[in-house]
T-cell receptor
Framework: AQSVAQPEDQVNVAEGNPLTVKCTYSVSGNPYLFWYVQYPNRGLQFLLKYITGDNLVKGSYGFEAEFNKSQTSFHLKKPSALVSDSALYFCAVRDKGAGNMLTFGGGTRLMVKP | ETGVTQSPTHLIKTRGQQVTLRCSSQSGHNTVSWYQQALGQGPQFIFQYYREEENGRGNFPPRFSGLQFPNYSSELNVNALELDDSALYLC???WGQGAGYFGPGTRLTVL
């Protein structure tokens, strides 16, 4: 079985400061890892994914994530937060041998204050 | 914006009724997945269709069923609606092992 944990319900950061949203995962095989963002009353928007290769993955809107196999983590980062980054962020994992089924974490609300 | 569309946007039903939700895939995508997102939670996988056949299912009862059509669009049907079925229903389309691109969702309210 695969699972994802997002240990923080909410992350608060000041505009211009770096941000980190944490994610840890558990799969039986090799993982595909994803980050999505959700704005109020909207669906999920794809930010970035890790399939294989470089551990540092760059995505949309200046976001990046670092895959750490030994710590089974895939934390989302951004060097300088914007107020418009305030939203709900979801980490998801897919076992390479389990089709396209995504397992999501519970989400982390990011609040960026001016 | 992705090329995935869903209809209707909102829907209100009463307990015991049946509902059909629709999803049009992004062009070129042959796989459709459906997810249920209850308020304040992450999406939960319902099932997936590939080339018109169900090829994966989450922990949902048989009253949740679906179809995929030759043009890769899809329907989610829920029979005997229960209050706990109130949620945002999301569909996602993908090609192979690519990322799923999500539609805007259908918000279902069961009274």
């Amino acid at each position: 079985a695969q699972s994802v944990a997002q240990p923080e319900d909410q992350v608060n950061v000041a505009e211009g400061n770096p941000l980190t949203v944490k994610c840890t995962y558990s799969v039986s095989g090799n993982p595909y890892l994803f980050w999505y963002v959700q704005y109020p009353n909207r669906g999920l928007q794809f930010l970035l994914k890790y399939i294989t290769g470089d551990n540092l993955v760059k995505g949309s809107y200046g976001f990046e994530a670092e895959f750490n196999k030994s710590q089974t983590s895939f934390h989302l980062k951004k060097p300088s937060a914007l107020v418009s980054d305030s939203a709900l962020y979801f980490c998801a994992v897919r076992d390479k041998g389990a089709g396209n089924m995504l397992t999501f974490g519970g989400g982390t609300r990011l609040m960026v204050k001016p | 914006e992705t090329g995935v569309t869903q209809s209707p946007t909102h829907l209100i039903k009463t307990r015991g009724q049946q509902v059909t939700l629709r999803c049009s895939s992004q062009s070129g995508h042959n796989t459709v997945s459906w997810y249920q997102q209850a308020l304040g939670q992450g999406p939960q996988f319902i099932f997936q269709y590939y080339r018109e056949e169900e090829n994966g299912r989450g922990n949902f009862p048989p009253r949740f069923s679906g179809l995929q059509f030759p043009n890769y669009s899809s329907e989610l049907n829920v029979n005997a609606l229960e209050l706990d079925d109130s949620a945002l229903y999301l569909c996602a389309s993908s090609w192979g092992q690519g990322a799923g691109y999500f539609g805007p969702g259908t918000r279902l309210t069961v009274l």
